[in-house]
């Protein structure tokens, strides 16, 4: 397995400790994510502001954990070479950067690591894609 192959394999495993990693924090820092709901939405009674955070750690579990999938899958599958793997890859990991857009724009308290998690992702991707990773892939099916 050539080097950018093993590298984006790396990557992967890297951002799919991210997509543990965010909900447990959501989860721990609870009382944070509450003072932004408020922040965002002072007409919200405390029950609404409960209900609004359970909401966000919930969704941010069930959206976390299919990425998860989407980066251990391939991670373990890159090394046999198959086309659809690097497929996957080049699909599930713009995507999962497009969707941190909504992390984003929700929330403050990822600000600083979603754009590293988005330079992963994206060159998980590029390194598949170059020359060494293109004849890896070549031929195989």
Not at 112 to 138: D, K, M, N, T
Request: aromatic letters at 8%; proline letters at 6%.
């Amino acid at each position: 397995m050539p080097t950018v192959v093993q590298v984006s394999r790396v990557l992967l495993v890297i951002v799919a400790v991210g997509h543990v990693v965010v909900p447990l924090v959501m989860w721990a820092r609870e009382a944070v994510l509450r003072n932004e709901i408020v922040a965002a939405h002072p007409e919200f009674g405390a029950a609404e502001v409960a209900r609004s955070a359970d909401i966000a750690v919930g969704s941010a579990v069930v959206f976390h954990a299919v990425l998860l999938v989407l980066c251990l899958v391939p991670a373990w599958k890159l090394g046999g070479g198959r086309p659809w793997v690097r497929r996957l890859v080049t699909v599930s990991q713009p995507l999962g950067l497009v969707f941190s857009v909504f992390s984003w724009s929700s929330s403050e308290m990822f600000h600083a690591v979603i754009p590293v998690v988005g330079v992963l992702q994206i060159a998980s991707v590029v390194l598949l894609w170059v020359p060494a990773g293109r004849e890896f892939f070549a031929g195989r099916r």
